[in-house]
């Protein structure tokens, strides 16, 4: 055998190994979920009553496979955390038997105040897919497997949530006047903001805008309409990643720059969870791990 010959045979090797090692150590990043926390000021003065913050709890993407015990323990634990707030922004599911898993995790957060939107895989099951789809930014087609969402929307609404899908609700947590409005998910065209058009009402303290996708045509809107702060997944905040959490695609409209975390949009504050679970058929992670996040919503400042 020619010395070239081993060379390549050596190089072929060594891209096995870094192969395996990096697909081990993706998948090992799918279990290591984390807590996140912002702070932001939205609050007039006095309305706190001398409390802290008004804190929501935001989760998102959970894409729940039967026998994922370890992120339903991990879920909730997150009533520790003591929310004012729940806000679900929808991929719950990623199995057809997923539904009892998704209500074991939340139960405890069941009988906190919160709102809900579903997204595309809440409603279908997903499948199998060309990676290179979404390196290339093209949107993939759902699968024809349609999922039990309308069982865990009940499962929700017993509780006490809120469905913000194309409604909007006003009530108060504490001392804080809520007005919350969503659509169904922008990402397969399934929103009408018409049904909601309009600002929130002016005597609300916090104003929420809910969308699983946060695509920026429906964002534009929400803006428009003097929406304090919008609350979105579906990126997973861009799970593959280098490293810094520096996203590759975003599936969807947004800009990568915001595919993850707390920025600006407009003249509103906007939020994208990295999520909790991806696809059944992709269980990898880089340099992003899956999380849910606390946002400590406090007074602007005299």
């Known amino acids: 055998m020619s010395k070239c010959m081993k060379r390549f045979g050596l190089f072929v090797g060594a891209s096995c190994v870094a192969g395996v090692v990096g697909a081990v150590w993706g998948w090992r990043e799918t279990r290591r979920f984390e807590l996140k926390e912002v702070t932001v000021p939205l609050l007039e003065p ?27 323990e991990w879920v909730r634990s997150l009533a520790s955390v003591d929310p004012d707030l729940v806000v679900n922004t929808g991929d719950n599911l990623s199995d057809l038997k997923g539904v009892p898993g998704v209500l074991r995790a939340l139960e405890p957060l069941l009988r ?148 993850q975390g707390l920025h600006r949009f407009g003249n509103m504050f906007m939020h994208v969870s990295n999520g909790l679970g991806g696809s059944k058929f992709v269980p990898f992670r880089f340099f992003c791990r899956p999380s849910a996040t606390v946002i400590r919503v406090v007074e602007k400042s005299a």
């Open 46 to 72: 006095g309305v706190l009553r001398g409390r802290e913050c008004f804190k929501i709890l935001h989760i998102s993407d959970v894409h729940m496979v039967p026998g994922q015990v370890a992120k339903q």
């Open 112 to 259: 906190r105040p919160g709102l809900f939107v579903f997204g595309s895989n809440d409603y279908f099951a997903p499948r199998m897919v060309n990676p290179f789809v979404y390196v290339l930014g093209k949107k993939r087609k759902v699968s024809d497997v349609a999922l039990p969402w309308s069982d865990m929307r009940a499962a929700f609404m017993e509780h006490g949530w809120l469905d913000a899908t194309h409604a909007r609700h006003e009530f108060k947590v504490g001392s804080v006047r809520v007005a919350a409005a969503g659509v169904d998910d922008p990402h397969h065209d399934l929103d009408d903001y018409s049904l909601i058009a309009g600002a929130p009402n002016p005597d609300a303290d916090l104003s929420l805008a809910l969308v699983h996708a946060p695509e920026p045509r429906v964002l534009e809107l929400f803006d428009a309409d003097n929406y304090q702060l919008s609350l979105s997944g579906h990126t997973h905040g861009g799970q593959f990643c280098l490293p810094g959490s520096y996203a590759l695609v975003t599936n969807c409209g947004i800009d990568r720059a915001r595919v």
